[in-house]
């Protein structure tokens, strides 16, 4: 079975301040790859960032990163700079190998950008 | 360049109404997918697409939920009768291949009253 868990319901973090959103994995599938979206109040998943399991390097896209523990089997976004429009809910997906294009998602962590 | 399109954004149906949802996806996409999203969750599949055959409809309720795919390039989704446990945000996504990043329409909130 295949699994996303996301502990942390909500988060604040100040203005040009650093914070990483937590996201752990299960799944039995040998390859598989990550992901992070974001939902704003208006709805929209707006996709981020992604991270195959066999890349050597951690994803980075401009303030975003993943930081990707294989063994520990977690895969955290890390926005730096935060500004006030990134006040939004992140989920954490994945998509195994063998389940064909199926994402499975998190239960979302709601993060607020304080000014 | 456009990206998914969902109509419409919102929808208030009576229980035992029939209601539609519409899905425009990005051009060239080869792959849809319908996710449901209940408040507070993470969306979940109902149905995917590769071009115009269902590939995975396996947590579609079939009793009531029904979605086609003509010509591969727009999707509908329908529910009859809708029931109020079925309120919730229909999103519809598209990707150019199965193993590519899935792009997101802005959702329909349905609410069965």
């Known amino acids: 079975a295949q699994k996303i868990t996301q502990t942390q319901p909500g988060m604040f973090v100040q203005e040009k301040e650093a914070v990483t959103l937590d996201c752990t994995y299960d799944?039995?599938?040998?390859?598989?790859?990550l992901f992070w979206y974001k939902q704003p109040s208006s709805g929209e998943m707006i996709f981020l960032i992604y991270q195959g399991s066999y890349d050597q390097q951690n994803a980075t896209e401009g303030r975003y990163s993943l930081n990707f523990q294989k063994a520990r089997k977690s895969a955290n976004l890390v926005i730096s700079a935060s500004q006030l429009g990134d006040s939004a809910m992140y989920f954490c997906?994945?998509?195994?190998?063998?389940?064909?294009?199926?994402?499975?998602f998190g239960q979302g962590t709601e993060l607020s950008v304080k000014p | 360049e456009a990206g998914v399109v969902q109509s419409p954004r919102y929808k208030i149906i009576e229980k035992k109404q029939p209601v539609a949802f519409w899905c425009n996806p990005i051009?060239?996409?080869?792959?849809l997918y319908w996710y449901l999203q209940n408040l507070g969750q993470g969306p979940e599949l109902l149905i995917r697409y590769e071009n115009e055959e269902a590939v995975d409809d396996s947590q579609l309720p079939k009793d009531r939920f029904s979605a086609e795919r003509l010509k591969g390039v727009d999707s509908t989704l329908k529910i009859q009768p809708a029931e109020l446990g079925d309120s919730a945000v229909y999103l519809c996504?598209?990707?150019?291949?199965?193993?590519?990043?899935?792009?997101f329409g802005q959702g329909t909130r349905l609410t069965v009253v």
């Open positions: 996504a598209s990707s150019l291949t199965r193993s590519t990043e899935a792009f």
């Open positions: 799944t039995s599938d040998p390859s598989y790859g």
């Open positions: 051009s060239g996409h080869n792959t």
């Open positions: 997906a994945m998509r195994g190998y063998n389940q064909g294009g199926k994402l499975i």
